[in-house]
């Protein structure tokens, strides 16, 4: 803690300079002001702490009290030690309330005095650490709502940063649901364009006809049904970003139409004669491979490569599970204001199951499975029995019928495994909760049908017991 910088404001010149003398013992440099406006006025030196009497004033009648509430409005956080009188304790209990770290009485004390300044200079350093590590743990797992930890997003984050201040056209493939759109948010409002609009075109959704009129608006009586001027998608995407999703969809005539904007950022409205310049930036997307349709003839080369020019990768969720459970706890915070009911977990079968499960739909396809088993469950933990059939298979037959409680399964839960397993492999979501019935069956006969005996000796906890002996309708 050497070299740390403690501004001491007094008066009194004698304390000043014992107080000075005790905190360069310590290595530590220092600052005496006997004047509060001239040390408020020098507080962008940063010390690491500053040492207040609270009886010093400044030049414009300044005092300690009004010192601290001007210090706090400037939101600095600097840890402050007033020294008090022993017949001023009001004050000092004023100056806590006001966010001072501590207080001491004169005649101050050496090794006291010494000791506060250390821990109030240490707390403060831990707080700057910790609000430092909140923030990039926030980057590291939540960066521009995208979600993830995983060496193959981390990828995906770093590449947004590279590509953000520049204004080239960016380029992201990937499977449906990977969330390349909100890529192409992050980009934009990471760039010189966020204060501009985000416009965004699905091109496999518009008809082939209506697209040139869909990109470049129209003026009125331009066709049959131009009953009036419409502004285009190039227009309103001016001093932004315009998004264009599924760009492979694009017809053959609207792609020779794009790679003419492109080259001069100018268009014509369909019926219109008035050269429109626009000031955006192109982001394109596509789920399947565009080298394959411009090797086919389906896609213009000339356009790929002005569209392509930073392209980005967008993992599958089957490359990067080790994101499932912040997913996971993403989602649950998501719709949780949208649920009758309080849901603040998962159990592990059902995170076992989730991590197993080979993710076609990708993000897009696990954010519905969960929102989904959310409505299903009864309970604050969605269960295996609230996921889909195909999902559920995944989970291991052998642990079907465990809680996600600490409590661990007894032999007599052993002995009812082994009597209800079937000798055949499990194939089908009914055959595992045939397993778990015929599992309850036995293990209430062997209790003489005690649900508390049941549910220590299986290491569930008395509700899924409960809950699962409704299901069954066991008797």
Known sequence: ??????????????????????????????????????????????????????????SSGLLGLEFLKRLRLANRDIPIMVITENGELDSAVEAMKLGAFDYMVKPIEKM?????????????????????????????????????????????????????????????????????????????????YKKGPFIAINCGAIPELLQESEFFGHEKGSFTGADYSRVGKLEYANNGSLFLDEVGEMSQEMQVKLLRFLQDKTFERVGGNKKIR??????????????????????????????????????????????????VNHFLKKYKNEMPKIITSVSSLVMEALMKY??????????????????????ETIEIENLPTEIQKHSAPDSIIQDHSLNQPTPEATAVFATSRPQTPVTTAATIQEMEKNALVEALKIAG????????????????????IKKYQIE
Request: with cysteine; net charge neutral; charged share 25%.
């Open 358 to 379: 080979h993710w076609r739909g990708n993000v897009r396809q696990l954010e519905n499975v969960i929102y989904r088993a959310m409505v299903a469950t009864q309970s």
């Open 1 to 58: 803690m050497a070299d740390e910088l403690v501004f001491i404001v007094d008066q009194n010149g004698a304390l000043c300079k014992e107080v000075t003398g005790w905190l360069q013992e310590i290595d530590f440099q220092t600052k005496t002001f006997e004047d509060t406006e001239l040390c408020l006025n020098t507080i962008d030196q940063s010390p690491s702490a500053v040492c207040l009497d609270m009886n010093t004033a400044g």
């Open 278 to 327: 626009v000031d955006l930036r192109i982001i394109s997307a596509t789920n399947r491979k565009l080298e394959q349709a411009v090797a086919s003839g389906k896609f213009r080369e000339d356009l790929y490569y002005r569209l392509v020019v930073y392209p980005i990768t967008m993992p599958t969720l089957r490359e990067r599970k080790e994101d499932i459970p912040l997913l």
């Open 449 to 468: 049908g005690n649900v508390e005996q049941v549910s220590k000796s299986l290491g569930i906890s008395r509700a899924t017991c409960y809950r699962k």
């Open 112 to 192: 006291r005095f010494i000791t506060n300044i250390q821990r109030a200079i240490e707390m403060h350093t831990m707080i700057h650490k910790i609000d430092r590590l909140r923030g990039e743990m926030q980057k590291t797992h939540v960066y521009k709502n995208i979600v993830g930890q995983s060496a193959a997003i981390q990828r995906v984050f770093t590449q947004i940063e590279e590509v953000a201040a520049i204004n080239i056209n960016v380029f992201i493939e990937g499977e449906s649901g990977t969330g390349k759109e909100l890529v192409a948010k992050a980009v934009h409002y990471s760039s010189a």
